[in-house]
């Protein structure tokens, strides 16, 4: 089982299973809550939950961090149409494994979320697309899907409440944009994961084109714990406009990388320090990528904040899907940044030009720029090319390759300029060639 | 109507109906707006970016394609970040668009090309490697070259959608998303070409007009394709006497981009080796080039002594010749020759419809009602095999009115696909299909029903009966087989019928009469094949043939003269539906000419007085002279189609004319298709096309 | 086609899952699922998914090229999978890769001659705090030292 022995800075709602044993299990689930916020749940209206997890402040955790409560009271419930649910478990993000750990310790949490969401739209089935390396998770969810059904906690009739509920699995094949909630959905309908035209929302409109809420996977498992103790409970661990904990992703040169919960607003440098140990080697800390590779990187300088979406926007980055990635003295930049270039070429999905062709001809400058050839002027380019993706391209897949882009530029320059001046003995090797054609 | 929304596109007020797209609204104030993917009429796709504009208070630029005008939106379509963020797009776009213009078939008339003259980016900083993919022929008309394409999806679309063939897709990611055919290395599919005309730049070229020329060098002529009975404009590009391509350049006629890969390449039989130069006679039992004049006047002098002896001449004449050709044949027969024995191949019961609908009025369809009527019933017709253009209306009719399409046929046709419904029924019982469907029929409000050969003679009656039953407004339209089909009865080429469905004084003699006649003294056929089939009874007629090509029916004449083929000549003809359009010559063949001047010719030479032998004089008097065509001339002068209004009262059918559709598919086309070595090489499974 | 009776049950599974008259839903699922089985998407196994699924060989195609996971051409027996994004650059996986590609003599997307072992350089697979990571077919291997890789691949030739 993959998960961390609680830290004593950790505030437990979300993982406070881990480490019991059989965990993933419906008996433990049931020992320890388990299903109890679903049975309350039936005997409140749709209102009355919407009402709770707008209260309790839980904003999304896939990456855009939108108030669940609203998106949820978005969807038509008078529509005729049959509503669903689905589960965003793509977690492609670089710098993100922490709905990992939730399915792989949990899963019932998610089945329970999942439970009290349909309840609230009025839906009776639901998917959880899972990216297609996770392949053991699927199993895990397949099983603890199974043993839901033997136990009457879905199929119908659930628990003599009269609710009827189909939960199943879908499996990914390799692709970051099926992250991408439109694309996500075009995936489940077994097609190929380009965005689609929104409006309308996947609230509106969404799989198999009926009313849909779609939330990532640490989203929904907030869930049962609201709804079991109150939204404002929830909402009293984090900060006034961002309620809870949220699962940080732990990574890079520190001492103990690693999956922990903490409240919003944790400051960024205690994360480091006392949840990461230190960094490695004692090494100085060079920057930090917040919440996943998308989001525009900080200096060392400005790593004093909290972590919280207002804090977070005022430093001009974001809180991301909570992948943290932090980075010391001997990072060499360049090579990072042409690593996220070489990411998001890879998984553009070819739709719009902006995107397909910037990204790839970023990657392939900034492949040469790496291999100290160039100019200053290229490295201008690079700044400028980004900047003619940014806010144009049709999904934000673009915009998530163009800022850190942007941010690495506008802040390791040096090092850019440093890069060209070394003698080509020392270059960089050209890195590996990633793309497959086949 | 719901009240219209007002907005401001660059300072302009503009009004539009609740639902419009800015980009369509800011054309409607002559505001163009750049863009690939978007293609009115196919579904939106939001993927080039070109279309940014930039709307108050909205945070970035939005997607002009895919916005819809708001009350007090106000919208600039030429602010300093769109005018750049449209350079940098084109700047994204060519950084991996080879710069082959020169050599480009597009050059000239590329899109891409156009964008970057327009809105800048003319240099570039693009100093990487750009990736290359090798060129690739996916059928004998279609190539793709990956590196040129832009990936604006409207060949996935117009085949997708516009088509229903779905022969094109997408595979690969991101930068190395390529356009893929159906069969993994090629196409199957109905090689209609509208993938080529629908791409911006020269990523799919056309197997026949491919480094052939520039597209500066040819002369385009906007005339009227020759094969089946729909009838659509096809630009010929022509250089130096030969036609190079064919499209639909303007979208200026009936069939707006559509095209089906007869009109788009089926021309090529113009100059296929075997075409006839000379006028050939029987010399001792053997077929020997001889002058137009020796020819002409031992064709004059044998038919003078024939009519003078009182024998019989019989007179097939042409479904694909012009209006003013048959007029003036039927008149030749008629007044110079005294002869009654005049017909054409017959495949559809036009008279017996025009018949039935005796006392209605406007209940004879044009192609347009096919895209607007609120439903359709197809009856006996495979449509997307025979008639290509029909097909298409109704599809998009379908796909952009929801219209209904209900479909009786005997083997599946592509309509299925989206029909409301669909009855099997085997051939001869179609009509019996209808009683079930006359509740839904009636409740669409109005309907066309759209019938094949299959129904003929007392069945188009009681087609018309059960339509007038329904008690809500139907229109009719008899199919039928070649570009002049309905033309050519029209004009009287029957033994029955004078131009204009009045009756013939006298009843002549059937094709099948003419050919089972042992008696028939002489057998003159004007484009047309009536002994590929059937050989003639009477062994001593003397045989006149005036044809493109050595037919059964010419190896068996006496006198054969070249004629010029409906590329090659002016004229008019009228379509399926009634409608007349005008032909424009758009070259001429050596040695052959046009049935039109050798009529006139050989009435020169039995000293015939028949009249005006010019195409537009023939046709006044066509105007003048037969119902229906009192036609407005600026319609047709300006290349348009003007429907007929024929006559409006009893048709007498006293011959028993057989009926019967030739039964082309979208691949041949009667004898001209035999000579077309495109639509040869592209022959598909029959039915192959309907098993996706 | 026949697949064995495990998969034949997911399928079986699968296409319970979605909405009536929505097969093509269960397409990807199948795809991957076949493909364990088989090694790679094979012109028989697209026609076959298409026939199930209700969609045209092109349809499979378009989706085949799409996803990376989905493959045309045959892998390795076991396929090692060497994550080089950014958490796992940070802990060495670049050069996890590059000992890889030299000790097999294969590069990305490539098989031993004797079939035994192909080699993709993969995008961040989720692992990020266990870095370097690797993945031997489905399987996890976490905080990967360069040492035990070099066991891992002796131990993969060695079991032809
Ligand atoms: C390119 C791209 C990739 C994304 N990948 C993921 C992902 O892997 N997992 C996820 O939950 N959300 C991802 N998202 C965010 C989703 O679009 C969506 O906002 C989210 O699933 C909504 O759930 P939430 O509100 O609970 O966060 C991605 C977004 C983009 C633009
Ligand atoms: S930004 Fe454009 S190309 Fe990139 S992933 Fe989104 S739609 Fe696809
Ligand atoms: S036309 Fe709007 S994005 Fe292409």
């Known amino acids: 089982m993959l998960y961390n022995p609680p830290h004593p800075a950790e505030t437990k709602i979300l993982t406070r299973r881990f480490g019991l044993p059989n965990s993933e299990s419906l008996d433990t689930y049931l020992a320890n809550d388990g299903y109890k916020a679903f049975l309350k749940a039936t005997g409140m209206t749709s209102e009355q939950i919407v009402d709770e997890v707008k209260i309790s402040n839980l904003r999304g955790r896939g990456g855009a961090g939108f108030p669940a409560g609203m998106k949820w009271s978005f969807v038509p419930r008078q529509s005729p149409k049959p509503k669903y649910i689905v589960v965003n478990a793509d977690e492609s993000e670089p710098g993100t494994c922490k709905d990992r750990v939730l399915m792989e310790n949990d899963p019932h949490q998610l089945i329970e979320g999942v439970l009290i969401a349909g309840k609230v739209i009025d839906a009776h089935r639901g998917w959880i697309y899972i990216r297609g390396e996770y392949r053991y998770l699927i199993d895990i969810m397949d099983r603890a899907i199974d043993e839901a059904y033997k136990n009457g906690y879905l199929g119908r009739n659930i628990r003599g409440t009269g609710f009827d509920f189909e939960l199943s699995t879908h499996t990914g094949a390799g692709a970051y944009e099926c992250g991408e909630e439109s694309a996500l959905l075009e995936s489940l309908e077994g097609k190929r994961g380009i965005p689609r035209i929104r409006p309308p929302f996947p609230a509106v409109s969404g799989a198999f084109q009926c009313p849909t809420i779609l939330n990532n996977v640490e989203t929904f498992c907030a869930v049962p714990s609201i709804i079991l103790h109150g939204g404002q409970k929830f909402a009293d661990v984090g900060v006034p406009k961002a309620g809870g904990t949220r699962l940080l992703c732990l990574s890079g040169h520190i001492n103990t990388p690693g999956v922990y919960e903490i409240p919003l607003g944790f400051p960024m440098m205690r994360a480091i320090n006392e949840l990461g140990g230190g960094m490695l080697g004692g090494r100085k800390l060079k920057a930090v990528v917040p919440g996943g590779s998308s989001c525009p990187i900080l200096k060392a300088e400005e790593c004093d904040i909290n972590m919280d979406y207002d804090s977070m926007a005022k430093a001009k980055t974001m809180l991301g899907s909570g992948g943290m990635v932090v980075l010391d003295e001997t990072t060499d930049m360049v090579q990072f940044a042409l690593r996220i270039m070489r990411f998001y070429q890879h998984e553009s999905c070819g739709w719009c030009i902006p995107c397909r062709e910037g990204t790839l001809w970023l990657r392939k400058l900034l492949t040469r720029l790496n291999q100290g050839i160039g100019t200053s002027d290229d490295i201008s380019m690079v700044r400028e090319l980004a900047g003619n993706m940014l806010g144009r391209t049709f999904c934000p897949l673009g915009d998530a390759a163009a800022m850190p882009t942007i941010s690495i530029v506008e802040k390791f320059r040096d090092e850019f300029e440093a890069r060209l001046a070394r003698p080509a003995s020392s270059r960089m090797p050209a890195p590996g060639d990633l793309v497959s054609i086949a | 109507m719901s009240n219209p929304v007002n907005l401001t596109i660059n300072g302009q007020p503009v009004q539009a109906p609740p639902g419009t797209l800015v980009i369509d609204a800011a054309k409607t104030v002559g505001i163009q707006i750049p863009a690939f993917c978007y293609y009115q009429g196919l579904s939106l796709q939001a993927a080039c970016r070109m279309c940014l504009v930039d709307v108050e208070k909205a945070p970035k630029l939005l997607a002009a394609c895919t916005l819809l005008v708001g009350e007090g939106m106000v919208v600039n379509t030429e602010s300093p970040a769109v005018v750049k963020a449209r350079k940098d797009m084109l700047e994204f776009l060519l950084s991996n668009h080879p710069l082959d213009c020169p050599v480009c078939d597009k050059g000239g008339e590329c899109e891409l090309q156009d964008m970057v003259f327009r809105y800048g980016a003319g240099e570039s900083r693009f100093t990487e490697v750009k990736l290359h993919v090798d060129e690739k022929q996916w059928s004998p008309v279609v190539f793709f070259d990956a590196p040129r394409c832009i990936l604006c999806y409207r060949c996935v679309r117009i085949c997708d959608e516009g088509l229903g063939v779905k022969a094109l897709g997408i595979t690969n990611r991101g930068a190395y998303s390529e356009i893929t055919p159906n069969m993994g290395t090629h196409l199957e599919c109905d090689e209609c070409g509208s993938c080529i005309d629908i791409c911006p730049v020269g990523a799919l070229t056309s197997g026949i007009y491919r480094y052939q020329t520039r597209p500066w060098e040819m002369e385009h002529v906007g005339t009227i394709c020759t094969h089946c009975g729909d009838g659509c404009k096809t630009t010929l590009g022509v250089r130096n006497s030969e036609i190079i391509r064919g499209n639909n350049r303007d979208r200026s006629g009936i069939n707006g981009e559509f095209l089906c890969i007869k009109g788009r390449y089926g021309f090529d039989f113009v100059n296929h080796q075997e075409r006839l130069q000379s006028p050939l006679v029987r010399v001792d039992g053997k077929l020997e080039e001889a002058s137009w004049s020796s020819a002409l006047a031992l064709v004059a002098a044998k038919f003078s002594s024939i009519e003078s002896a009182g024998g019989k001449i019989g007179v097939v004449g042409s479904s694909r010749t012009t209006n003013e050709e048959n007029f003036y044949l039927q008149k030749f027969v008629r007044q110079g020759l005294h002869s009654p024995h005049i017909d054409h191949r017959r495949s559809g019961d036009v008279a017996g419809l025009l018949d039935a609908l005796s006392g209605k009025t406007g209940a004879l369809a044009a192609t347009a009602d096919l895209y607007t009527a609120n439903s359709l019933l197809v009856i006996g017709a495979d449509l997307a095999q025979q008639h290509p253009f029909l097909a298409f209306q109704i599809r998009a009719n379908w796909r952009h009115h929801q219209s209904r399409t209900y479909v009786v046929a005997s083997g599946p046709v592509r309509e299925d696909s989206f029909a409301t419904r669909t009855v099997q029924a085997a051939p001869g019982t179609e009509m019996d299909a209808l009683a079930g469907l006359a509740d839904s029929l009636r409740a669409a409000g109005n309907l066309v029903i759209v019938f094949g050969d299959a129904v003929q003679g007392d069945a188009v009656r009681r087609l018309v009966d059960f339509g007038s039953g329904l008690g809500i407004p139907v229109k009719y339209l008899c199919l039928v087989d070649y570009s002049n089909s309905r033309g050519a009865l029209d004009m009287g080429l029957a033994p029955d019928l004078l131009p204009g469905y009045r009756p013939a004084p006298e009843t002549g003699m059937t094709v099948a009469q003419m050919l089972a006649d042992k008696d028939l003294a002489a057998l003159w056929v004007v484009g047309a094949n009536p002994l590929e089939k059937t050989a003639l009874a009477s062994s001593s007629a003397f045989v006149v043939v005036q044809d493109l090509f050595l037919t059964e029916t010419a190896q068996r004449a006496d006198v054969i003269f070249p004629a010029a083929s409906a590329y090659e000549k002016n004229g008019t003809v009228t379509n399926t539906c009634g409608e007349v359009q005008r032909l424009q010559k758009g070259l001429g063949v050596m040695g052959a000419k046009p049935d039109l001047d050798i009529f006139a010719l050989l009435a020169r030479h039995m000293r015939l007085n028949l009249g005006a032998t010019q195409p537009d004089k023939i046709f006044e008097e066509i105007r003048a002279s037969v119902s229906g065509y009192n036609v407005a001339p600026m319609v047709l002068a300006t290349g348009g189609a003007a429907l007929t209004n024929p006559v409006n009262g009893r048709v007498p059918q006293s011959a028993a004319a057989a009926i019967a559709s030739s039964r082309d598919t979208l691949f041949t086309s009667g004898t001209l298709g035999r000579y077309s070595k495109i639509l040869g090489n592209v022959m598909e499974a029959p039915g192959g096309l309907y098993q996706r | ?160």
Not at chain 3, 7 to 21: C, H, K, N, V, W
Not at chain 3, 26 to 42: F, K, R, W
Not at chain 3, 60 to 73: I, P, Q
Not at chain 3, 103 to 122: F, Y
């Open chain 3, 1 to 160: 086609m026949t697949f064995s009776q495990e998969t034949e049950a997911r399928f079986e599974r699968l296409l319970s899952s979605y909405p009536e008259g929505r097969h093509r839903a269960a397409l990807i699922p199948m795809l991957m699922y076949a493909q364990d089985e088989v090694g790679l998407v094979t012109q028989e196994l697209k026609e076959e998914v298409a026939r199930r699924c209700g969609v045209t060989p092109l349809q499979v195609d378009e989706v085949v090229g799409y996803y990376t996971m989905l493959r045309s051409k045959p892998m390795g027996k076991t396929h090692l999978q060497i994550c080089t994004n950014i958490s796992c650059l940070l802990r060495g996986g670049d050069k996890l890769w590059d000992q890889a590609c030299h000790k097999l003599g294969i590069g990305h997307n490539e098989v031993t001659a004797d079939g035994a072992v192909s080699l993709e350089e993969v995008e961040c697979i989720g692992a990020c705090s266990w870095a370097p990571a690797i993945q031997v077919n489905y399987d996890f291997r976490h905080n990967v030292t360069p040492d035990q890789l070099d066991k891992l691949m002796d131990q993969l030739r060695g079991a032809q």
